[in-house]
């Protein structure tokens, strides 16, 4: 069977140190730490653990925050962040004589595995930040809180019209598709994306033309509220946003039209831009892991078998490929290659539907194995296999002494060629030149090659038949298939 597509393509990660230093350089993160380093035993906080009121306005000060509504805001947010990745415990809250409920709180475990720590721990604490951040950016926004609290102090949840697991969902799903065009084109897609775009992603059906008033209106809607949840965001350091200009919000349905509309770019970076950090595509690939999402990043196979390396690389795309095969070959050190160099082609044999594909990223990772590789290829080269690959392995360095292949390895190898490449899915015409240059190369190939002893050789044929551009080539190759498959008695 062919290797199983990954859901996302590989993500190439900055180191855990790097990522650890970003993390420490959060904006609320650094808030959150100076706060728990701030915090003694006279330090007060609510029966939820938050900080009282009354404090409020000396931690702000303590952050350089003004003494303000905006500063007790900042300051409040960083200590419940402090609580909630483990810089602070919080005790039982205890009625003081005042009749007030209130605890106490002492440093945590967490704080010290800041300075005294490995990157991971660094990273997890971080993780459990992004977790709570997360959590807020999903809470339903109380317009009037008043009025969800009833006569005996009770929160009316029903009348938030508030569903959770539909907010994550959809906060999830937004940050999975700018996940996704981070990754676009092997790393082309770096650049801020649109909030329109992102929104319009989650909202307007793939397959309508014109956006109706009423998918407008929702696009528009969830703009505004990706807009609050992206300045939530940003602080804990996984994007840079520049939010949606506060003077379009009194421009009734002006920011829905620039879903749709031909806006320039100057005008589209009024309704909002984000761009994942490095350590953004960290935290968002590791949510989805939890979530049982295959996000693979490049380094996953360094250390594995050569079996599980040519099946993950499967589907990778060309850059990454090449840089996973590095990572791989590094293991071996500067003397393993030959070691490295066998593994990959014993790797590489098998008559499944994955072989073709397999053998193909060997050739290609014995590209970058180097000349002192070589012991381990002419010890392949009487295997029907591999015997092919292992010619054109030496011809392209200039070895001597490389032995003429026999015509039916010739053959063999055309068909195995042209198999890896369909499985591969590579762009259409890179294909059909492949087709049209290796039918070419031998006069009467599509005479001789339908009695190739290979599994794909009618699957081949057959492709060959649909994508040669000359006609009586075409033919020819559709004759061949059907030998081909009467050949196999099917």
């Not at 947010?77 to 810089?87: I, P």
């Not at 996984?238 to 879903?259: F, M």
């Not at 092919?388 to 490389?402: K, P, S």
């Not at 890896?420 to 005479?447: P, R, T």
Request: aromatic share 4%; net charge negative.
């Amino acid at each position: 069977m062919s290797a199983e597509r990954p859901s996302l393509p590989p993500v190439r990660l900055n180191s855990e140190a790097e990522l650890a230093r970003d993390a420490l350089a959060a904006p609320l993160f650094v808030r959150a730490v100076r706060l728990a380093r701030w915090a003694g035993p006279d330090t007060r906080v609510g029966a939820g653990g938050e900080l009282v009121e009354a404090q409020l306005p000396a931690a702000a000060e303590h952050l350089g925050l003004p003494a303000d509504e905006d500063g007790a805001a900042y300051a409040s947010e960083a200590w419940r962040l402090a609580v909630d990745t483990g810089l602070l415990d919080v005790t039982d809250p205890e009625e003081g004589a005042d009749g007030e409920t209130e605890g106490t709180v002492t440093t945590g475990e967490n704080l010290a595995l800041l300075t005294g720590g490995s990157p991971q721990d660094v990273l997890s604490i971080w993780l459990d930040g992004l977790d709570a951040v997360h959590a807020d950016a999903t809470a339903p926004v109380l317009d009037d809180f008043a009025d969800l609290v009833g006569e005996d102090g009770s929160i009316d949840f029903d009348a938030l019209d508030w569903d959770p697991e539909a907010e994550a969902e959809f906060l999830d799903g937004v940050l999975g598709n700018l996940y996704l065009l981070t990754l676009a084109d092997n790393g082309a897609g770096e650049g801020p994306v649109p909030l329109p775009a992102l929104a319009a992603s989650m909202i307007v059906p793939d397959d309508m033309g014109e956006p109706t008033d009423d998918i407008l209106e929702q696009v528009s809607e969830a703009m505004m509220r990706l807009d609050d949840q992206f300045r939530l965001l940003e602080p804990i350091g996984i994007v840079e946003y520049h939010p949606v200009d506060e003077a379009l919000l009194v421009e009734e349905g002006e920011a829905a039209d620039a879903s749709a509309a031909g806006a320039d770019d100057e005008d589209v970076t009024r309704y909002g831009m984000v761009k994942l950090t490095p350590l953004g595509l960290y935290g968002i690939r590791a949510r989805m892991l939890e979530a049982g999402v295959d996000a693979p990043a490049v380094g996953d196979l360094a250390g594995k078998g050569a079996d599980a390396l040519l099946d993950g690389l499967a589907h990778y795309p060309e850059s990454a490929a090449r840089a996973e095969v590095k990572l791989w070959l590094a293991e071996y050190g500067t003397g393993g290659a030959v070691s490295a160099a066998a593994e990959l082609l014993a790797a590489a044999r098998g008559a499944d539907e994955g072989a073709p594909l397999r053998r193909l990223h060997c050739q290609q990772a014995l590209a970058l194995a180097g000349p002192s590789a070589e012991p381990a290829v002419r010890a392949v080269l009487g295997d029907p296999e591999l015997g092919g690959l292992a010619r054109v392995w030496l011809a392209e360095r200039g070895a001597a002494d490389v032995p003429a292949p026999p015509e039916d390895m010739i053959f063999w190898l055309a068909i195995d060629t042209i198999a890896a490449q369909l499985d591969a899915d590579g762009e259409l015409d890179e294909l059909q030149g492949l087709i049209e240059g290796l039918s070419a190369q031998h006069s009467g190939f599509f005479d001789e090659v339908w009695r190739v002893d290979h599994p794909a050789t009618a699957d081949v044929l057959e492709a060959m038949g649909r994508l040669h551009s000359d006609k009586k080539a075409a033919k020819d190759a559709r004759k061949a298939a059907f030998k081909a498959r009467s050949r196999a008695g099917g």
